[in-house]
C-alpha cells in the first residue's frame, strides 16, 4: 500500500461526458502527479501540483483541467469524453522526507464508450 | 534527460536471480539513475535509484559501471511476484521533485 488513495477505481461513462477523477496523496507529501496509461502511448504524465499550485504540464489536453485543494487531496476533471480518453489514469505524489521517490496510486481505469 | 534503452522482454526462473540491462550512454554527472516497476495495470513502485555507487535495498541491487553508462537491476531471487515492465529512468538531481518520464521498460516474466 502506497499510501496514495484513488477514487474510483472504475468508471463507465458515454462520449461527451465529464467525469472527475479524485487523488488523496501520502501523508505529508505536497506535491501530486496525475498520469495517463493508454495501451498505445504507454504511461505519460500529465499535470503536476505543489502546495495548491500548478507546477508543470504534460501532454494534458485542453478539455482536461486538474486542481489541488487546500487539504492537498487533487480532482482530474475529463470533459467532452472521447473513446480514446478511455485508459487508467494514475496519481502520484511525493515530496516529505521522500523527495526523490514518488508513490503511485492503484489508479482509475476509465472506460468511454 | 538522457535516454535509456532496456531490452523488451526478458524471461527469468524462479528462484534464480534476474539481472535487468539498462544503457543510459549520454547520462550527465548530476543525473541519477532509478528503477521502477509496473504490475500488470497497478501504480508503478519504486525500487531504487543510485548515482555511482552500487546500491542495495531489501527489494533490489543497482550495480552501475564506472563509466556510469549503463546499470544493472538484481533481483537475487526472483518469485512469480516479480512479473512485471520495469523501468529505467534517468533524471537530473534538480529534478527529484519533477515528473517521471517513463519508456516502454522491460517486460520481466517469472516462471516456475
Known amino acids: 500500500d502506497s499510501g496514495v488513495t484513488q477514487t474510483p477505481k472504475h468508471l463507465i461513462t458515454a462520449t461527451g461526458q465529464r467525469v472527475t477523477l479524485r487523488c488523496s496523496p501520502r501523508?505529508?507529501?505536497?506535491?501530486v502527479y496525475w498520469y495517463q496509461q493508454s495501451l498505445d502511448q504507454g504511461l505519460q504524465f500529465l499535470i503536476q501540483?505543489?502546495?495548491?499550485?500548478?507546477?508543470a504540464k504534460g501532454n494534458i489536453l485542453e478539455r482536461f483541467s486538474a486542481q489541488q485543494f487546500p487539504d492537498l487531496h487533487s480532482e482530474l476533471n475529463l470533459s467532452s469524453l472521447e473513446l480514446g480518453d478511455s485508459a487508467l489514469y494514475f496519481c502520484?505524489?511525493?515530496?516529505?522526507?521522500?523527495?526523490?521517490?514518488?508513490?503511485f496510486g492503484p489508479g482509475t481505469r476509465l472506460t468511454v464508450t | 534527460d538522457a535516454k535509456t534503452t532496456q531490452p523488451t522482454s526478458m524471461d527469468c526462473a524462479e528462484g534464480r536471480a534476474a539481472n535487468l540491462p539498462c544503457n543510459h550512454s549520454?547520462?550527465?554527472?548530476?543525473?541519477?539513475v532509478y528503477w521502477y516497476r509496473q504490475i500488470h495495470s497497478q501504480g508503478p513502485q519504486y525500487i531504487i535509484h543510485?548515482?555511482?555507487n552500487n546500491e542495495t535495498n531489501e527489494m533490489a541491487s543497482l550495480i552501475i559501471t564506472e563509466d556510469r553508462k549503463s546499470s544493472t537491476l538484481i533481483l537475487p531471487h526472483a518469485t512469480l511476484r516479480d512479473t512485471a515492465v520495469y523501468y529505467c529512468?534517468?533524471?537530473?538531481?534538480?529534478?527529484?521533485?519533477?515528473?517521471?518520464?517513463f519508456g516502454k521498460g522491460t517486460t520481466l516474466s517469472v516462471s516456475s
Open positions: 501523508s505529508g507529501d505536497l506535491s
Open positions: 549520454t547520462i550527465s554527472g548530476n543525473e541519477y
Open positions: 543510485g548515482l555511482k
Open positions: 502520484a505524489s511525493s515530496g516529505g522526507q521522500d523527495l526523490y521517490e514518488q508513490y
Open positions: 501540483y505543489y502546495n495548491g499550485e500548478e507546477r
Open positions: 529512468i534517468v533524471r537530473d538531481f534538480n529534478q527529484a521533485g519533477t515528473a517521471l518520464i
